[in-house]
């Protein structure tokens, strides 16, 4: 028996499955979904589907279904061309980016922008909608206003709730492809230890006999942030976002998300979804953290919590995720949990070449075991002990015979855990005079509410060191905590004073040395409460719904380079971070100029990408002759920079004189500063104004009107004014 090619058996699927839909597809012809529904975007979800067009603008844009054309969009950026369609449904199918309309509307069309006595006109609402059938040609898919050559597609409800139109669209169930697990980021949290260490980790899942794991499990001891980095390849392997994704600890969820439609006021819960400080058009790193407020996550559960309270012993956090076309993938992390132990040196005696301990034990851990090692004031090792059982004791005695010149001058208990060292306790033998570290190389880490202090040039024992905080009139020590690479202290700001001062304290001593003290530039941001912090010309402004928990920030200004190096910075550079902690409403960065004389049109706050270095424009107001303000969704680094750079214009290749009619009339831009004014570009082809486009994501004006094109000699003439007022006008005749 002949088969049927595989490409035709799911189209046929899909046309079995399509009398559950209510829509039709808005292309005639279907080459595949580039982008899917609640892709992260900056700043924004991404609200529909990209559907592709073969790289080709022109192809028939079909009405969904039965309706009315309400509202038509021209914008020279962004959306550009767009047509909103509302159905006898209640719900409005909306078209972005489009070539051009049909007939019937373009008539409409120039009858507005002779009314308005403007091209792209913005938005307009049509007095007398227009009825339009099922399957019926509305218009020609493009590339006007940004991006490559697509139709995206959105579908909004009577309350203008963005809808999954994956539900609602007869799409081919081409997409065989399911969600790929790239791997996990952990952050520690209060005191934790991830395989003996604190801080941010990255760890690549692995696909192991069938199963999607990790190589080996993680060690911790207490709760961590947990964020999965993972895409789904769409039905021609663009990179997309899953539809479904659970997570639970053992056999208890504690995170389902599924994107099934989202208002507008869900946009601020961006940063709650995705990791804003690794996710970008793409790449996607999904929180799966409990936060006050997260709606759109539906179990309301707490990995923290769970962590917590579970026994010592090997767990499994079991992921399942699954995309529109239940595509599913299954991973699983291996986690063990191990116990600090709470051990207590009660006495030390060392008597005749022999070194005699006591000490308490009171924890258990079956499969774990300790080793005791013996240091010399010169922190050589005199003599370990072998492996012993980490068995919980009252008091336990051990007596070490000691040999050489060399005197103990302390010891340490290392614990491991499946041979995994899980943990360190230091105490001291004799007392030494203790030399404090010069230089303990303390380094500040935040995570949500937690400062985290690390020392990695302590040696010896550190018991005998503190740390002192002191936070306004607020002053207390903080004991040491031992990893694998040294010492941290961990705490919790005590009040909302900015700045907090840091003493290492040695035997009781504070050092004199500039390496052991360190002021923390910190910030401490309440929900409910709004606030005003400054740093000299800078200042931070937080609205009482900015955050909906207490989040410990950092606030300074910073050394910073510029790897672009065209524009004059004019101001320091000030750091919010940690750049992965979002907003949620109304925080605003201000900055003043320094130099009241600059032109203030010239000037604009930047923020730096932290991962290529590049200064990018934000868009920016100013609230007086010298104060420039921004509205921010998360941290970063931040600087005012003047323009004064022309933009500059090229049309055809160096050499080239002429184009043929394959060629598109293409005119690239460079703009490196505050950005181009579309208002403000002025083109003329033979004397006449063509119609034409600013592709911002592409950087190029494209002129569509080829008709004013005469054989022989042509002239195209363009003025260009950016945002800062700087003009530039290039004049070139060419040959056609």
Same mark, same amino acid.
């Given at each position: 028996?002949?088969?049927?090619?595989?490409?035709?058996?799911?189209?046929?699927?899909?046309?079995?499955?399509?009398?559950?839909?209510?829509?039709?597809?808005?292309?005639?012809?279907?080459?595949?979904?580039?982008?899917?529904?609640?892709?992260?975007?900056?700043?924004?979800?991404?609200?529909?589907?990209?559907?592709?067009?073969?790289? !080709?603008?022109?192809?028939?844009?079909?009405?969904?279904?039965?309706?009315?054309?309400?509202?038509?969009?021209?914008?020279?950026?962004?959306?550009?061309?767009?047509?909103?369609?509302?159905?006898?449904?209640?719900?409005?199918?909306?078209?972005?980016?489009?070539?051009?309309?049909?007939?019937?509307?373009?008539?409409?069309?120039?009858?507005?922008?002779? $009314?308005?006595?403007?091209?792209?006109?913005?938005?307009?609402?049509?007095?007398?909608?227009?009825?339009?059938? &099922?399957?019926?040609?509305?218009?020609?898919?493009?590339?006007?206003?940004?991006?490559?050559?697509?139709?995206? =597609?959105?579908?909004?409800?009577?309350?203008?709730?963005? *809808?999954?139109?994956?539900?609602?669209?007869?799409?081919?169930?081409?997409?065989?492809?399911?969600?790929?697990?790239?791997?996990?980021?952990?952050?520690?949290?209060?005191?934790?230890?991830?395989?003996?260490?604190?801080?941010?980790? #990255?760890?690549?899942?692995?696909?192991?006999?069938?199963?999607?794991?990790?190589?080996?499990?993680? =060690?911790?001891?207490?709760?961590?942030?947990?964020? *999965?980095?993972?895409?789904?390849?769409? +039905?021609?392997?663009?990179?997309?976002?899953?539809?479904?994704?659970?997570?639970?600890?053992?056999?208890?969820?504690?995170?389902?998300? &599924?994107? +099934?439609?989202?208002?507008?006021?869900?946009?601020?819960?961006?940063?709650?979804?995705?990791?804003?400080?690794?996710?970008?058009?793409?790449?996607?790193?999904?929180?799966?953290?409990?936060?006050?407020?997260?709606?759109?996550?539906?179990?309301?559960?707490?990995?923290?919590?769970?962590?917590?309270?579970?026994?010592?012993? /090997?767990?499994?956090?079991?992921?399942?995720?699954?995309?529109? =076309?239940?595509?599913?993938?299954?991973?699983?992390?291996?986690?063990?949990?191990?116990?600090?132990?709470?051990?207590?040196?009660? &006495?030390?005696?060392?008597?005749?070449?022999?070194?005699?301990?006591?000490?308490?034990?009171?924890?258990?851990?079956?499969?774990?075991?300790?080793?005791?090692?013996?240091?010399?004031?010169?922190?050589? /090792?005199?003599?370990?002990?072998?492996?012993?059982?980490? !068995?919980?004791?009252?008091?336990?005695?051990?007596?070490?015979?000691?040999?050489?010149?060399?005197?103990?001058?302390?010891?340490?208990?290392?614990? #491991?855990?499946?041979? !995994?060292?899980?943990?360190?306790?230091?105490?001291?033998?004799?007392?030494?005079?203790?030399?404090?570290?010069?230089?303990?190389?303390?380094?500040?880490?935040?995570?949500?509410?937690?400062?985290?202090?690390?020392?990695?040039?302590?040696?010896?024992?550190?018991?005998?060191?503190?740390?002192?905080?002191?936070?306004?009139?607020?002053?207390?020590?903080?004991? /040491?905590?031992?990893?694998?690479?040294?010492?941290?202290?961990?705490? $919790?700001?005590?009040?909302?004073?900015?700045?907090?001062?840091?003493?290492?304290?040695?035997?009781?001593?504070?050092?004199?040395?500039?390496?052991?003290?360190?002021?923390?530039?910190?910030?401490?941001?309440? /929900?409910?409460?709004?606030?005003? =912090? &400054?740093?000299?010309?800078?200042?931070?402004?937080?609205?009482?719904?900015?955050?909906?928990?207490?989040?410990?920030?950092?606030?300074?200004?910073?050394?910073?380079?510029?790897?672009?190096?065209?524009?004059?910075?004019?101001?320091?550079?000030?750091?919010?971070?940690?750049?992965?902690?979002?907003?949620?409403?109304?925080?605003?960065?201000?900055?003043?100029? @320094?130099?009241?004389?600059?032109? @203030?049109?010239?000037?604009?706050?930047?923020?730096?990408?932290?991962?290529?270095?590049?200064?990018?424009?934000?868009?920016?107001?100013?609230?007086?002759?010298?104060?420039?303000?921004?509205?921010?969704?998360?941290?970063?680094?931040?600087?005012?920079?003047?323009?004064?750079?022309?933009?500059?214009?090229?049309?055809?290749?160096?050499?080239?004189?002429?184009?043929?009619?394959?060629?598109?009339?293409?005119?690239?831009?460079?703009?490196?500063?505050?950005?181009?004014?579309?208002?403000?570009?002025?083109?003329?082809?033979?004397?006449?104004?063509?119609?034409?486009?600013?592709?911002?994501?592409?950087?190029?004006?494209?002129?569509?009107?080829?008709?004013?094109?005469?054989?022989?000699?042509?002239?195209?003439?363009?003025?260009?004014?950016?945002?800062?007022?700087?003009?530039?006008?290039?004049?070139?005749?060419?040959?056609?």
């Amino acid at each position: 028996m002949r088969r049927l090619p595989l490409t035709v058996f799911y189209l046929l699927l899909g046309t079995l499955a399509a009398s559950e839909k209510k829509y039709i597809l808005p292309l005639r012809y279907f080459s595949g979904i580039s982008s899917s529904f609640m892709d992260y975007r900056t700043g924004h979800f991404h609200g529909g589907v990209d559907f592709r067009t073969g790289k !080709k603008t022109g192809m028939p844009v079909l009405a969904v279904s039965d309706g009315r054309i309400v509202k038509l969009s021209m914008l020279t950026t962004g959306t550009g061309r767009t047509l909103f369609l509302q159905h006898k449904d209640g719900n409005t199918s909306i078209y972005y980016h489009l070539e051009r309309f049909n007939d019937r509307i373009d008539a409409l069309v120039k009858t507005i922008q002779e $009314k308005r006595q403007k091209r792209y006109f913005g938005e307009y609402l049509l007095p007398e909608p227009i009825e339009v059938k &099922q399957g019926e040609q509305i218009a020609w898919s493009g590339e006007s206003g940004a991006g490559f050559p697509h139709l995206h =597609f959105e579908l909004r409800n009577s309350k203008d709730v963005v *809808l999954n139109p994956f539900f609602w669209l007869e799409i081919p169930p081409l997409d065989i492809y399911p969600p790929v697990a790239k791997g996990i980021l952990v952050r520690t949290r209060e005191r934790t230890l991830i395989n003996g260490k604190i801080g941010e980790f #990255y760890f690549s899942l692995k696909k192991h006999d069938q199963l999607i794991t990790l190589t080996d499990p993680l =060690f911790i001891d207490g709760p961590f942030d947990l964020i *999965l980095h993972l895409f789904d390849p769409t +039905d021609c392997r663009k990179t997309g976002a899953p539809y479904f994704m659970e997570a639970l600890f053992d056999d208890t969820p504690f995170y389902r998300y &599924q994107g +099934d439609e989202f208002s507008w006021e869900d946009h601020n819960q961006l940063g709650m979804v995705f990791d804003v400080a690794n996710s970008s058009t793409g790449v996607f790193f999904y929180n799966l953290i409990a936060q006050p407020g997260f709606r759109l996550e539906r179990t309301g559960g707490s990995l923290v919590t769970l962590i917590k309270n579970a026994s010592a012993g /090997p767990h499994s956090i079991h992921l399942r995720l699954r995309d529109q =076309f239940r595509n599913e993938t299954i991973a699983t992390i291996p986690v063990v949990k191990v116990i600090q132990p709470d051990l207590k040196v009660l &006495q030390v005696r060392f008597v005749d070449n022999r070194l005699h301990i006591e000490f308490n034990l009171p924890s258990t851990d079956p499969q774990g075991f300790f080793i005791l090692e013996i240091f010399d004031t010169e922190n050589e /090792p005199l003599v370990a002990s072998g492996e012993i059982p980490w !068995k919980s004791t009252t008091v336990r005695r051990m007596e070490i015979p000691l040999s050489g010149r060399n005197r103990p001058a302390y010891g340490e208990f290392r614990f #491991y855990r499946d041979r !995994k060292l899980c943990g360190k306790k230091t105490f001291r033998i004799t007392d030494p005079e203790i030399l404090p570290p010069s230089d303990p190389q303390m380094e500040v880490w935040l995570n949500q509410d937690d400062i985290l202090v690390t020392c990695n040039q302590i040696s010896g024992p550190v018991d005998v060191h503190q740390l002192q905080v002191t936070q306004g009139t607020d002053k207390w020590t903080v004991d /040491p905590i031992g990893n694998m690479t040294g010492v941290f202290f961990s705490f $919790k700001p005590r009040n909302q004073v900015m700045d907090i001062d840091l003493s290492l304290l040695s035997a009781g001593v504070a050092p004199q040395a500039t390496g052991t003290r360190k002021r923390i530039p910190v910030i401490v941001v309440m /929900p409910e409460m709004s606030a005003r =912090f &400054q740093r000299g010309p800078a200042s931070i402004d937080f609205h009482p719904r900015s955050v909906r928990e207490r989040k410990t920030l950092l606030f300074y200004q910073t050394e910073t380079e510029s790897v672009d190096g065209f524009l004059a910075q004019v101001s320091a550079s000030y750091a919010l971070l940690p750049i992965h902690v979002p907003f949620f409403d109304r925080v605003m960065i201000r900055i003043e100029m @320094p130099n009241p004389t600059l032109n @203030p049109k010239q000037i604009g706050l930047f923020r730096q990408n932290h991962r290529s270095g590049r200064w990018q424009s934000i868009q920016t107001n100013l609230e007086n002759e010298a104060v420039f303000t921004a509205q921010i969704r998360s941290g970063g680094i931040f600087a005012l920079f003047r323009d004064d750079l022309a933009p500059e214009l090229n049309f055809l290749p160096s050499g080239r004189k002429s184009i043929d009619s394959t060629q598109p009339l293409l005119v690239r831009v460079r703009e490196i500063g505050k950005g181009i004014d579309v208002e403000t570009i002025f083109i003329r082809l033979n004397g006449r104004e063509p119609d034409w486009e600013y592709d911002g994501d592409r950087a190029q004006i494209r002129i569509n009107d080829r008709s004013l094109l005469k054989k022989g000699r042509n002239e195209l003439g363009i003025a260009v004014i950016d945002h800062a007022g700087n003009q530039t006008w290039n004049n070139w005749p060419f040959y056609f």
